[in-house]
């Protein structure tokens, strides 16, 4: 059915004449009723970034419209785009919910990156200018789809108007204002000037979902054709007349200081211009890269390592081990767990383990600072460019509106672009020279002083009863609080709800359960990492199942499905990836090798979804993945094709995690560094991913994050079926499966 969206009540939409002439269309991306920070679920995040950049921007936020489209006179449509695009398909998805409201194709519709403001720009489900969460497409699917709806309503009573016909008899095609009747047209442009006197309609009709003739249809990136032919500027790319090239070196050890270097023969170093320092890190000014990073080398910097220098992965893990058992804040309760815990019937109690992880994007660390005495610019690639803002004020103290940010494509965010760490350090070196300059990280630089996913310790405790379905569930999850440092005022009664997310909202009907959070705060910085909390808790939720499964002697598949009873949109998806992965037919034998088939399912950012991993164990305990099935029930689909890029990419990045990276210390410092040690799937152990999609109108999910948590568990368990061993650490340990 169509939805009838009445705006009486609050103006929540503006219409007006463009600058130039044309129309003018502003929102509000909170649509009809927006809530206030206080009234949010999810508060805004309230770093000290984020609330100096609060601080200073006086602006009001009331009702005004904080997204806009125009239509020039020539009938092209533009989008001021309030998320960024880092792979992920936005700058697709987006203008397809413009243009299906409005009627006009798809080529029509252009895209200009919104200014660092996070008064105007501010997502309706972060409370922020913030692209993560994978809520961009869930945040405007609404906000969006109205905005066009309205451009579209006064294009028509514009047209009406001229043509002294009701506008009730005239529909609109191809970026044109149609009269069947009278066999005529107008296009969009000729009508702008008419349309941006109109007042804003009291109600607008949405398209109903059997109306739709973009949405839920592939379509071509329109990104794509800029990144093949080398068009696409990333922020590595930004060029500034008379620029300099800095990279830098920070303390290996965190807190550590800097305790000498060698000035002298950097600087004799042909195409070095300066050495900068700081407490904490150094940077070599030069004509170029080549010359900065000689120079670095030349400049040889020494450390005083701090109260830090004797860490270790073995002090860490211990520390968290000792963390793990005592008792946490409670994230949820049902029935009384622990009672039921001690009655008649098997127990099975598990520790699972989950290492530190870099994001390791394509695209290192690096920000270009032009800083004069009037103003700032920063070319950057940022998840959170408000916050980049902000940042940039507060070292600087310009006010806000003389620090102008200006956003390149993401060459890979996975949440590591939410922070400003770079930015922070690109801006205090700026400080100490003059002229432009682009700060670039090594690949080195970028793993060893990444904000690393937080290294989980979880226990968790079992008891069947006599049918061996579970009784009795306990779920305590031990890690860092991203949440603590981002949004402080999300975490509630001792509960960070991302480290839990995956973990108390078990789709799985079981009667006594408790879920506990210890927050244990290791010395090593943590950020959000592609998924974070269900990255580590659906893998430890799923493998326990089918622990559970096992010792029931049970098949997994039928085990999940008994304790989905009040999960109708969770069963559909398991029914739906054992049907297309043929679970019940035996896996084609390999050579030499042990072969298997893993299970897992998650409810996440909005999704559901079910993967099956098909594997092969050599006698040297190699894994093998050879197929992974995908069931996805992601509500309304705007872009198929997304939809199913997201799933491939997400699963292979979940795999590469799984299978072999880790982040460890050793005196304090991170071991890995490069691509060497700490390594991507390669094009020839990449699986194949088929990704089935469930038709629905519900809302939509979010895709971004969703199937990078979900293949982890689908491995190890595949990997037990195939070997009968159960790894409950992760990267898994293959040598722990050679054949004896």
Known sequence: MSAAVNFNRRRVLQVGAAAGGGLLIGFNLYGCEPKKPTDRKDPPPETAVGAAA?????????????????????????????????????????????????????AKVKLEQAPADNTLYSDPMLGGQVTGGSTSVRAAWKPLREAGATARSVLVTAAANKWGVDAATLTVADGKVLDAANNRSLGFGELVDDAAKLAV????????????????????????ADKTDGKAMFGIDARLPAMAIATVAASPVIGGKLKSADDAKALAVKGVRQVLKLDNAVAVVADHMWA????????????????????????IRADMMTASEKAGAVAENLGDAAKSLLDKGRRIDAVYELPFLAHATMEPMNCTVDLRADGCDLWVGTQVPSLA???????????LE???????????????RLEVDYVVQAVSFAKLMKGPVKFVWSREEDIQHDMFRPYYVDRLSARLDAKGMPAAWFHRVTGSSIMARFAPGAVKDGVDPDAVEGARELQYTIPNMRVEYVRHEPPVP??????????????????????????????????????LTKAPRMLRVLDLVADKAGWKTPMRAVAGRRVGKGLSM??????????????????????????????????????????????????VFGLTAALYDQITFDKGRVVQSNFGDYRMMRMNEAPKVEVHIVASTDEPGGIGEPGTAAIAPALANAVFNA?????????LDQAALKKA
């Open 201 to 224: 309609p009291k109600t607008i009709t949405l398209k109903p979902a059997g109306g739709y003739t973009l949405i839920g249809k592939s379509h071509l990136r329109l990104d794509s």
């Open 402 to 416: 003389k620090v102008k940010v200006h956003n390149f494509y993401l060459g890979g965010g996975f949440g590591r």
């Open 526 to 563: 943590t950020a959000f990492w592609r998924g974070v909390g269900p990255t580590h808790n659906v893998f430890v939720v799923e493998s326990f199942m089918d622990e559970l499964a096992a010792a029931a002697k049970l098949d997994p598949l039928g085990y999940r499905r008994a304790l």
């Open 389 to 399: 803002q902000g940042a940039a004020a507060k070292i600087t103290g310009l006010p």
């Open 54 to 106: 609060t601080a200073v921007s006086n602006r009001p936020a009331g009702l005004a419209p904080n997204a806009f489209i125009r239509i020039a006179r020539d009938g092209v449509v533009t989008l001021v785009m309030h998320k960024v695009e880092m792979g992920q398909g936005t700058f697709t998805s987006m203008p397809m919910l413009i243009a299906e409201e409005l009627g006009v194709d798809l």
């Open 602 to 651: 998650q409810f996440a950012f909005g999704s559901y979804m079910a993967q099956v991993a098909e594997v092969s164990v050599g006698p040297d305990g190699d894994v093998k993945v050879h197929r992974v099935v995908c069931a996805l029930d992601c509500g309304q689909v705007i872009n198929p094709d997304t939809v199913v890029a997201q799933m491939e990419g997400g699963i």
């Open 723 to 731: 070997t009968g061993k159960r790894l409950r650490k992760l990267p």
């Open 292 to 315: 900065a990073k000689q120079g670095l080398a030349a400049l040889a910097p020494t450390w005083d390592d701090g109260p830090n220098g004797a860490m270790s992965s073995a002090t």
